[in-house]
């Protein structure tokens, strides 16, 4: 399986936040352009102010098309969210095919740095953080987790416990991005003592588990 397959692969036990799936791409169109507008108001408001009515005024619509895709505001935030773990583990994946991996940070590398990009560039990109355990059931971390620990296994020769990789690795991803959350918290370029900080503690800490492990093709 390819890297970029294992990064882009999602959980199809988990629920999806829109009540109707665009068949159309007049469909996909409009309910892109509903959380484009959820996206303006999360970043001028906050998530916790965002209203249905706001998103249908926002983004010129008529409240019902709103409810046609989504039952309350708490579905349009998880469903931002949701578009935007999708195009951050994307813009992952990308890196991941152009980056010369030779160690396993590397790979923690680009995910962390793909991170602070998004939170620079993809508009309503703080509700990742900020709404997690208030937008739905369940959450991605540990799944995410999960295919990173696959992506480390297979590129690198690894003598640990899959399950201890995945645990470790799921840490690493709450530290990594609850330090990434608050870099852009203090400073709307993002605080680059903070973003340094969170690639030192996270790779600290998985060289704990790791130790200095190359690729399987590195000389």
Request: glycine share 6%.
């Amino acid at each position: 399986m390819s890297k970029v397959d294992l990064i882009l692969g999602a959980d199809p036990s988990r629920k999806r936040a829109v009540r109707t799936e665009p068949t159309q791409r007049r469909s996909t169109q409009r309910l892109d352009a509903l959380l484009d507008a959820a996206a303006g108001i999360v970043d001028e408001t906050g998530f916790e102010r965002l209203t249905t009515q706001m998103v249908a005024e926002r983004a010129g619509a008529s409240i019902g098309t709103v409810y046609r895709y989504f039952p309350d505001r708490v579905a349009v935030v998880h469903a931002l969210r949701e578009r935007s773990i999708r195009r951050y583990r994307e813009r992952v994946a990308d890196e991941m095919e152009r980056t010369e991996v030779t160690a396993w940070w590397d790979v923690v590398d680009v995910a962390l740095d793909a991170c602070a990009a998004f939170y620079r560039d993809e508009p309503g990109f703080t509700v990742v953080h900020a709404g997690r355990g208030k937008t739905a059931e369940g959450d991605v971390e540990p799944e995410f987790a999960h295919r990173m620990a696959r992506l480390i296994e297979a590129e690198f020769e690894i003598d640990t416990d899959a399950a201890e990789l995945r645990f470790r690795l799921g840490v690493a991803i709450e530290l990594g991005a609850a330090l990434i959350s608050r870099a852009f918290q203090r400073d709307a370029a993002g605080d680059e003592r903070y973003l340094a900080e969170a690639k030192r503690l996270v790779r600290d800490y998985l060289a704990e588990h790791l130790g200095e492990v190359r690729a399987r093709n590195a000389a």
